[in-house]
């Protein structure tokens, strides 16, 4: 069985195929990799705070920057920031887990 991490060799936006080094690593282009960290920045917000809030023990901020995610790379500004918006009121609130209601 092979252990060993794979390694995007194309861009995850458009496709392009990656040579440098730290873009294969990220799986994102130069190009890509600027225009999302506008739009990032745009919306207010960064590609840190979206890593901090998927990196949660929370499942509602997790499927909430799921759903941001997918409108973020759509460049749809409305969706993303209302996405944003809710993911980051989820983070803010403590997540119920199985045992807390089963108390």
């Known amino acids: 069985m092979n252990t060993t991490p794979q390694t995007t060799t194309t861009c995850s936006c458009c496709g392009t195929p990656l040579t440098d080094p730290e873009s294969v690593k990220l799986g994102i282009g130069p190009i ?19 890593g901090a809030l998927a990196l949660l023990d929370n499942p509602t901020a997790t ?16 969706y993303s920031e ?3 918006r809710v993911a ?14 089963a108390a």
């Not at 890509?32 to 979206?50: D, M, N, P, Y």
């Not at 499927?63 to 409305?78: E, M, S």
């Not at 803010?92 to 045992?99: F, G, Q």
């Open 32 to 50: 890509c990799r600027e225009k999302q960290q506008e739009f990032l920045g745009a919306i207010g917000t960064s590609v840190e705070e979206i």
């Open 63 to 78: 499927r909430w920057i799921t759903l941001f995610a997918r409108a973020a790379r759509k460049r749809d500004r409305k």
């Open 82 to 84: 209302f996405y944003l």
């Open 88 to 101: 980051r009121e989820a983070a803010a609130t403590p997540a119920l887990r199985e045992d807390d209601i």
